[in-house]
């Protein structure tokens, strides 16, 4: 009786527990569902405009005169005078004197030339009337035909021809030395430098100064054969164009414009640069450094309008060539172009892009085609050009 009690109160626990982990189960809290959300990359971009483009071509130079002389002493001598302006850094007008060397000896050598050709126009005469009086006589003989030439006493006559021409010559030549004894600037401009003075014992040729124009200026501009080529030209296929030229000294800035004249023509080797020559005119604006040869300028060159370009700024660019686009089902593509030129914070593209395509602006790590992103449009990009001169 007590082993039958104890079965009856082993299965009423047991259902009891059956009973209480059943009612746990049906009054358990259900968990609540969400969604799963996944987050996109949030992304800028850019709409490709493209139209026609001028862009500033940089390039720097040294400022050179115009012209430049090595002016040389043409007699030697003693240099006896000396003209106030003979200093460096001082303007001479064209024909003022610099120096005179002693024309003293000069002098005798043309009185002696003088006389010798007065001797040989003597001889001249006396000759001349010696043959016409050997022709008088050979008539009167009433000998038939011309005489000799030796008869006629020609050779004579030739050779005091010759002595009157070598004597004119020779005095032509002392009146040339004695004039240049005074040694004159050719053209008006500034000594840059002198190398001689009063006293000095000058050989011919011996230098005596250097002497430079002191307007128009000129600057010598280098470019590389990729940016001449997108230089104006003219008809004959000659770069043209205005160039912006500047300089900064002491934190002021002087400007000025140059009108390009010319190229050397010859391609540089060593750089593969094409030399333009610009024509420096009148500064852009008063203050600042003068314009003086060897200083140092920068310089900006427009290129020619080109058509059909989009401008964009180089961030947007994932490698030299390859840009980053957003498809219209907002996905990551790469696209490569055709870079022409890059200005500061942009870059010049002429071919790979299409207009309204989307260029991507925000830099995203692992980045792969195909990729959701969120996009946004940029605000509009400041515009910076670390190349170009302003006006």
């Known amino acids: 009786m007590k082993r039958f009690g104890k079965v009856i109160i082993g299965l009423a626990i047991f259902f009891v527990g059956i009973a209480f982990s059943v009612l746990l189960w049906i009054t358990r809290p259900e968990a609540a569902k969400k969604e799963n959300v996944v987050n996109l990359p949030v992304v800028e971009y850019m709409t490709v405009s ?35 302006a003979f200093e460096a850094g001082m303007q001479v007008a064209k024909g003022d004197i610099l ?6 000896d000069y002098e005798a050598i043309e009185a002696q030339a003088a006389s010798t050709l ?52 020779a005095l032509a030549k002392a009146k040339n030395d004695v004039e240049r004894t005074t040694v004159r600037a050719p053209y008006d401009g500034v000594i840059a430098s002198t190398s001689t003075e009063l006293g000095n014992y000058l050989a011919p040729a011996a230098p005596v100064a250097e002497i430079y124009t002191a307007s128009p200026f000129e600057v010598r501009l280098p470019l590389s054969v990729d940016s001449a080529a997108f230089l104006p030209g003219n008809a004959k296929g000659e770069p043209t164009g205005t160039a912006k030229i500047q300089a900064t000294a002491a934190g002021k800035t002087r400007r000025w414009k140059a009108e390009i004249v010319r190229s050397e023509g010859e391609i540089d080797r ?11 005119g009148a500064p852009i604006d008063p203050g600042g450094i003068e314009m003086r ?14 058509p059909d370009v989009a401008k964009i700024p180089f961030r947007a660019f994932r490698d030299l060539n390859e840009v980053v686009i957003i498809t ?63 006006e």
């Open 99 to 104: 120096i005179r060397i002693d024309k003293t």
């Open 118 to 169: 007065a001797e040989a126009e003597v001889t001249l005469v006396s000759e001349e009337a010696k043959a016409d009086q050997a022709m008088r006589d050979w008539r009167r003989l009433g000998n038939p035909g011309e005489p000799t030439e030796l008869l006629a006493r020609k050779p004579q006559l030739n050779s005091a021809r010759a002595r009157v021409a070598s004597a004119r010559a």
């Open 328 to 390: 219209e089902s907002n996905q990551i593509d790469f696209r490569k172009v055709t870079v022409i030129h890059r200005e500061g914070d942009f870059v010049y593209v002429s071919d790979g892009l299409k207009e309204g395509e989307k260029v991507t602006l925000t830099e995203l790590p692992d980045l792969v085609a195909g990729m959701k992103v969120d996009a946004s449009p940029a605000k509009t990009p400041t515009e910076k050009s670390a190349t170009s001169i302003s």
């Open 293 to 306: 040869p060897g200083l140092y300028v920068d310089a900006s060159i427009p290129s020619r309008p080109l």
């Open 50 to 84: 493209k139209g026609e483009e001028v862009f500033q071509l940089p390039s720097q130079g040294i400022i050179q005169p115009d012209k430049r002389t090595q002016l040389s002493a043409e007699v030697g001598g003693k240099v006896i005078e000396v003209s106030p």
């Open 270 to 280: 060593a750089t593969r640069s094409l030399y333009l020559i610009a024509r420096i």
